[in-house]
């Protein structure tokens, strides 16, 4: 099993989470040639800033991944931290020797610009 992580900042309108939320998704699975068959389960969070959509509600509808287990969390509230960010941790079973990329997008590249 290999997990694959990404992030991106967004507003706090349901049109803004649902489609940046599949951005997110759609960039971590073309760059990580995944297909929805190598899905496990997907955990997403999100800053408390963001209250009008559920990531995971995104994927399901506008993805189609109904039969991808997905949680949602709130992230911990750090002084200081990136602000309106949805983070995600997918589970995958891909091979073990390949190589993954994680994927930062908008703001959240700051998260970690040795990775975006």
């Known amino acids: 099993m290999k997990v ?18 599949v951005i997110l998704i759609e960039e971590i699975m073309r760059r990580n040639g995944l297909k929805k068959e190598n899905l496990i389960s997907i955990f ?31 992230e911990m509230e ?19 020797k390949q190589e993954v990329k994680h994927v930062y997008l908008k703001e959240a590249k700051n998260l970690r610009p040795d990775l975006a």
């Open 4 to 21: 694959i992580r990404g992030a991106i900042t967004t507003e706090n309108t349901r049109e803004d989470i649902f489609k940046d939320t």
């Open 44 to 74: 997403f969070s999100a800053t408390k800033d963001l209250t009008a959509a559920y990531p995971a509600e995104a994927v399901r509808k506008e993805m189609e991944f109904d039969d991808v287990p997905m949680m949602c969390f709130q």
């Open 78 to 96: 750090v002084n200081g931290s990136l602000p309106k960010c949805i983070r995600v941790a997918i589970f995958t079973n891909i091979d073990e």
